[in-house]
């Protein structure tokens, strides 16, 4: 958007206008302590960066440090800043700077917005970070009205909304712009190649060529591996590729200082037929069980380097040849011990430090596994933490099972909005700081994150502490700005700037409070936390900071961090003290999720390169991913209406799902309860899909979905159905997720049904944290003297040092119970179920289809 043309010269400072207060929309907060010698702000706090954007986990500010301790409550954010518009959202403006360039305060280089305070008739502005008064350029000035605001404020998005993106000038270049750069660094062992990996990954690459963004810009090159290193020249004289074989590992070289990394544009035939011959080129490959991957890496660093971009790494068995060697860590013994920690934590420094020498170099790295054994996840991951990058995995991958999953994702990652050689910086009004991140990048200094990728899919996640005891304002703004590199080689800046009133009511925090961030940045600390301690400690911690938000919300406090309930006569006189605040209503359920979630959940059945997956995965998600990874949906197959899995037009608060707006079926509580033996269910938790089929289900159905009616001969699903039943459910498939990839578990199968109940977070598990359904959970919480104020799972003072709570009985750790048994009544709260006397139920979490 072109900015308006500037006014006339600024008036001399004689002829001032004051703001005025209390226009519409402009708050001063009363009460409030505002720094000497600085005017009242005068706020218009119906400005809002979009949600889809950012989100914090309360929308009022503790004014002081001993407010915020004595509230309990986290206070951060989540910030995705390259997050598409949704249906009907507008999308980000752009602007054009004028001849005064990007208007910024001079002190902390904050960009201008709509929360700058104006003085002097618009000749100054007084920053809302640092306060500092800054000199409005005479090509920028505009008179003001009669409320203190710019005249043109409408007709400037800068100063009008809360997210807008710079076209910048060239001072804020280093170098000219990167050109958008694919590498790919494939693992050709027989492993890979028998697999099919290799053939799905070339058919993956091969669709996507005329989807790269970059258009004539666009470079792409190629290094495979297994016991040495291959190197392709792709000329685009040459008929054919020509492979170069570097078997020399500690003295490795780059054979062909050019055509390594190619114009798409110009080598597209010779692409095409590398991509074509790859999978046959290694098919007799007789290499099995050995590979270099950090030569690998090395080598495809030599040749990127002076440009940066995507590096895509491929790999299906652990790296044991040459730099950055693995060996086998795991040790069934430490499972379910605080020495499984140390698995969880990195094996070798190596990939850390070869991932920031990627970072300062502007490359990321998306890296894609297919183990079949033990990998060390925790080692190879570093990788793409610190480069911006991504992490998919495939366990004991299967061609048929897998292929049309990993070929989706792939492409996804190849052809998505991406903002190459970025930067983030996030600053706050004086007075208060950012503590911590979270996320995939790589600190610069103290506070600036090197992003070499940013993608619509790329997270970060911040704490917010207080600087000072008291704020010299009454006002706390956050902005962040995102400096990137466009696709077609523009530089620009994403900034999103979200003023927030500061107060000194303990009832006022409570009441703003955002559960689902809330539970995103309570997941992303105690990730932290189990890296840095145990995973009993990070669970302990997640339940003890959802007993302290209900205890304060409900007036009660805390002493040597246990929750102490209001006491004396005024509990008894209030009938609705077990009641949770409903801001906080689903705070349980999330707490109670996120202990059993596979990144955090006990016990010894889970293999550390499985969790390490999880824990990436939760990591870098944002806030609705995280919601529905935690709190994952579970539909009514074999029941739905026929008008589940057709589109819906109307706008009431029927569930639908996808761009067709698809209607989904029935959803249930995450409960075995819920399961029956003539029935089929269908769990998405954003990443996989599972179908739970009942022993007696209908033989019809089983013929639509799986073309058999036998239960033992099904095995996946028809991939075009032919019936109505089948179609619909396909269109159920593909609105949720779009991969058609669906694990099948059949009752009964005891691997596959015990994952599955993972899942079902309202029963009990046997871990210590999670021995507690969740109605048990809910009377937990609102009374934790009723258990002897002791958290689930915690030792009793009966039982022997150390114990950590009995497993619950047979039958209650979240299988299923046994035939005829007539098992427990549902949770208060669930559909169908009026809650008990006195109790005050859980509703389901907000947009969950077929809830209210």
Not at 87 to 105: A, K, L, M, W
Not at 379 to 388: D, F, G, I, K, Q
Not at 681 to 699: E, H, K, Y
């Amino acid at each position: 958007m072109q900015p308006p043309a500037a006014n006339s010269a600024p008036p001399p400072p004689n002829q001032q206008m004051p703001g005025l207060m209390n226009q519409p929309g402009m708050v001063a907060q009363p009460g409030m302590g505002v720094a000497p010698g600085m005017p009242a702000e005068n706020i218009d706090f119906s400005i809002k960066v979009p949600e889809r954007l950012l989100r914090f986990t309360t929308g009022s500010i503790p004014a002081s440090a001993g407010l915020q301790n004595s509230s309990k409550v986290p206070i951060g954010g989540i910030i995705t800043p390259l997050a598409p518009a949704e249906d009907e959202e507008e999308e980000v403006d752009t602007v054009q700077p004028g001849n005064s360039g990007i208007i910024r305060c001079k002190k902390c280089r904050t960009y201008i917005n709509p929360f700058v305070t104006w003085l002097e008739n618009g000749r100054r502005w007084r920053c809302n970070i640092c306060a500092q008064l800054n000199e409005c350029p005479s090509a920028y000035f505009c008179h003001l009205d009669e409320t203190g605001q710019r005249r043109d404020k409408d007709q400037r998005p800068e100063l009008s909304k809360g997210v807008v993106e710079w076209i910048a000038p060239t001072e804020y270049m280093v170098r000219p712009p990167q050109e958008p750069s694919y590498f790919f660094v494939l693992d050709v062992s027989a492993t890979a190649v028998r697999s099919g990996m290799l053939a799905h990954a070339a058919n993956a690459i091969k669709e996507s060529l005329d989807r790269l963004p970059g258009k004539g810009r666009t470079k792409i090159g190629f290094i495979t591996y297994d016991n040495s290193v291959h190197y392709y020249n792709l000329a685009p004289d040459l008929n054919a590729p020509q492979m170069m074989v570097v078997s020399d590992l500690k003295e490795l070289f780059v054979p062909l200082p050019d055509h390594l990394l190619v114009n798409l544009k110009e080598s597209r035939s010779v692409v095409e037929s590398f991509l074509d011959s790859l999978p046959d080129m290694f098919a007799k490959n007789p290499v099995v069980s050995l590979s270099c991957l950090g030569p690998a890496l090395k080598a495809a660093f030599t040749v990127m380097k002076q440009i940066g971009g995507k590096m895509l790494v491929f790999q299906s068995i652990m790296p044991n040849l040459g730099d950055g060697a693995l060996r086998p860590r795991e040790n069934q013994a430490a499972m379910g011990t605080p020495q499984e920690s140390k698995i969880l934590r990195p094996g070798t420094p190596w990939y850390k430090d070869t991932a920031v020498e990627f970072s300062r170099q502007q490359i990321s790295v998306d890296m894609f596994l297919f183990p079949y054994q033990y990998l060390d996840v925790s080692s190879l991951s570093e990788l793409p933490r610190y480069t911006a990058g991504s992490l998919h995995s495939y366990v004991g991958f299967n061609s048929e099972r897998d292929g049309f999953k990993f070929e989706s994702q792939l492409k996804k990652r190849l052809t998505q909005h991406t903002a190459w050689e970025a930067v983030m910086r996030i600053r706050c009004t004086n007075g208060m700081r950012i503590t911590n991140f979270y996320g995939n990048f790589f600190i610069r200094g103290n506070d600036l994150l090197a992003l070499p990728n940013c993608t619509p899919d790329s997270s970060f996640a911040f704490d917010i502490s207080h600087d000072e005891k008291n704020m010299p304002s009454s006002v706390c703004t956050v902005q962040s700005a995102l400096l990137y590199t466009s696709s077609e080689g523009q530089r620009r800046i994403r900034v999103v700037t979200q003023a927030m009133p500061l107060t000194q009511s303990t009832k006022d925090i409570m009441e703003s409070v955002d559960t689902a961030a809330l539970c995103n940045l309570m997941a992303k600390r105690a990730l932290d936390m189990s890296l840095k301690s145990s995973l009993d400690n990070a669970r302990m911690r997640v339940q003890q900071t959802c007993l302290d938000l209900i205890r304060t919300s409900k007036g009660g406090r805390t002493v040597s961090g246990y929750s102490v309930p209001p006491g004396g006569k005024q509990q008894i006189d209030k009938p609705d003290d077990d009641e949770i605040p409903s801001q906080l209503e689903l705070l349980p359920l999330y707490t109670l999720a996120l202990m059993k979630n596979v990144a955090l959940r006990g016990g010894t059945d889970v293999h550390p390169d499985e969790r390490m997956v999880a824990q990436y995965a939760l990591n870098a998600m944002s806030v609705t991913e995280s919601r529905d990874y935690l709190y994952p949906k579970l539909f009514s197959i074999h029941n739905m209406l026929p008008e589940a899995g057709l589109p819906h037009d109307g706008d009431d608060d029927i569930p639908v799902a996808g761009r067709a707006r698809t209607r989904l079926p029935q959803a249930v509580n995450l409960s075995c309860e819920r399961l029956t033996n003539d029935g089929i269910f269908l769990l998405d938790n954003g990443i996989q899909m599972s179908l739970w089929v009942g022993s007696a289900a209908n033989p019809s159905i089983l013929q639509s979905l799986f073309e058999t009616s036998s239960l033992q001969e099904i095995h996946s699903l028809v991939s075009t159905p032919s019936d109505d039943f089948g179609k619909r459910f396909m269109n159920i498939v593909d609105a949720l997720n779009g991969q058609g990839n669906v694990t099948i578990v059949r009752e009964g199968d005891a691997h596959l049904e015990a994952r599955f109940f993972w899942h079902l977070i309202e029963d009990r598990a046997s871990f210590q944290g999670g021995t507690y359904s969740y109605e048990e959970f809910m009377k937990f919480c609102t009374d934790p003297n009723a258990s002897g104020g002791m958290p689930p799972g915690m030792p009793t003072s009966a039982g022997p040092p150390g114990q950590r709570g009995m497993p619950p009985p047979a039958g209650q750790r979240g299988m299923p119970p046994p035939p005829g048994q007539p098992g427990m009544p549902p949770p208060p709260g669930h559909p169908g179920m009026p809650p008990p006397p006195g109790h005050p139920g859980m509703p389901p979490p907000p947009g969950h289809p077929g809830m209210p």
